[in-house]
């Protein structure tokens, strides 16, 4: 029996499963930064503000003069922000920065509100600038949507990686994120997060196959929603079906999973966690139980703006010759080289 549930295309942003609610794939090969780490290069023409053109090498999103995300709000769920390549400069409304990137995860908890920016500086100034990276939303339970905001930095060292050789001498590699696999344990996320708590068997990993390469996808044990994408590569083959890429494969977490690479190394996203269970009414950044609870965040933000903005300015970025570092609300600082 085939433990595939639905194949569906990945789209954008990429559909998911309670109790994910959000993910999003970025992908851009910017060219030399300038003076102001922005693109070195005209911007004639973009829809700047709103510039997603899929069919670009590189987009601005709502950046103007640096590519990124300038200050905005969040409530009532976490992002997980992956950076696979590049670096990602982060800031928001309780003073916590840092710069991070080209392995490292940022987790951070909105809770019960927070404002922040996660802009892309374009640190290279002899060459291309490649961004790569997910931005994941897991919603928060309601007994805690209203926690306070949580940051925190898990550096690429101390996130695990899976390394095996399937029968046939080829390459598996999976890094753990969340979740756990064959022994190895992701670092632990936010406390008030719907993965603290193993039962709900919450997992973010990226996986690689090489060519050939041939992976058991282990089942859950308890009931849990679980999705692999699908998005670089030619084909694979999963329980003897042949699947293209830019596919999302949702899977029946009580079966375990074959996965086969086709001709080419392929690149997947898992993701699995028990579902939470309760209705989720989304506004934008905003993510409640209820569209009371919508309105409720609305004039909370109204009235403190959560917190405010402290820095000088809306698309944050930081000196050019700081290494990845974070500051957190307490004033505890970490530097990476």
């Not at 590189?58 to 950076?83: A, D, L, N």
């Not at 193993?198 to 859950?220: D, M, R, S």
Request: charged share 20%; aromatic share 10%.
């Amino acid at each position: 029996m085939s433990a595939i549930k639905a194949i569906r295309p990945l789209g954008f942003p990429w559909a998911t499963q309670d109790p994910f609610i959000f993910c999003a794939y970025h992908f851009d090969e910017y060219p030399n930064g300038n003076a102001d780490l922005g693109p070195d290069a005209s911007l004639a023409g973009r829809p700047l503000g709103q510039d997603f053109d899929p069919s670009q090498d590189w987009r601005m999103y709502h950046g103007k003069t640096v590519p990124g995300f300038p200050f905005h709000p969040h409530s009532g769920f976490e992002t997980v922000t992956i950076g696979k390549q590049g670096l990602v400069d982060h800031a928001d409304s309780l003073g916590a920065a840092g710069r991070f990137g080209n392995g490292d995860v940022q987790w951070m908890t909105a809770g019960k509100g927070v404002q922040h920016s996660e802009m892309f500086p374009l640190l290279n100034a002899e060459g291309e600038n490649k961004l790569e990276l997910f931005q994941i939303w897991l919603n928060l339970p309601a007994k805690s949507k209203k926690v306070d905001p949580h940051f925190a930095m898990l550096w690429s060292d101390t996130i695990p990686v899976y390394q095996a050789n399937d029968e046939n001498g080829r390459k598996i590699q999976i890094e753990l994120m969340a979740g756990e696999l064959d022994g190895l344990k992701a670092p632990k996320p936010a406390p008030n997060s719907w993965a603290a708590d193993p039962e709900n068997e919450v997992a973010i990993w990226t996986i690689k196959l090489e060519a050939g390469a041939q992976f058991n996808l282990p089942k859950a044990k308890g009931l849990v929603n679980r999705s692999l994408y699908f998005y670089r590569g030619v084909d694979l083959v999963m329980d003897g079906q042949s699947i293209a890429v830019n596919q999302i494969i949702d899977l029946d977490g009580q079966a375990s999973a074959t996965v086969q690479a086709g001709q080419e190394d392929i690149y997947l996203l898992f993701l699995q966690g028990r579902p939470i269970g309760e209705p989720v009414v989304q506004h934008g950044p905003f993510v409640a139980t209820s569209r009371e609870g919508i309105q409720e965040i609305f004039r909370e933000y109204q009235v403190n703006e959560f917190g405010g903005w402290p820095w000088s300015r809306p698309d944050q970025v930081h000196d050019k010759d700081r290494s990845r570092f974070a500051i957190h609300v307490d004033g505890r600082e970490e530097v990476k080289a």
